[in-house]
Nanobody, 122 residues
């Protein structure tokens, strides 16, 4: 399964790094993604990374501010979030897919974590 960590409360302009630890499967065989869901909104794609990590993809709203990476030796995926804005406030979810998902819709992912909350104050 997948377990996210690293969420919390941060002021606008600050940074957080989310982690997603995979267990029970070999994460390097899966492409990974981060999604987020704000109250009363649909879950939306944030960032994705291929199995080996050579290909990454970002939502326009986070390009230049967020960076997705992975350490397959640790079965872990990261989301470095810089220059955070109040509109980044949401529950953030890690997901795994047996292939690179394009377009990166939630339905294309096979495994999901329980989420970690990120709150950005203005």
């Amino acid at each position: 399964h997948l377990v996210e960590s690293g969420g919390g409360l941060v002021q606008a302009g600050g940074s957080l790094r989310l982690s997603c630890a995979a267990s029970g499967f070999i994460a390097s065989r899966y492409s990974m993604g981060w999604f987020r869901q704000a109250p009363r909104k649909e879950r939306e794609f944030v960032a994705g990374i291929s199995q080996i990590g050579g290909n990454t993809r970002y939502a326009d709203s986070v390009k230049g501010r967020f960076t997705i990476s992975r350490d397959n030796s640790k079965n872990t995926v990261y989301l470095q979030m810089n220059s955070l804005k109040p509109e980044d406030t949401a529950d953030y979810y890690c997901a795994a897919a047996s292939r690179m998902v394009s377009p990166p819709t939630p339905g294309g992912y096979d495994l999901w974590g329980q989420g970690t909350q990120v709150t950005v104050s203005s």
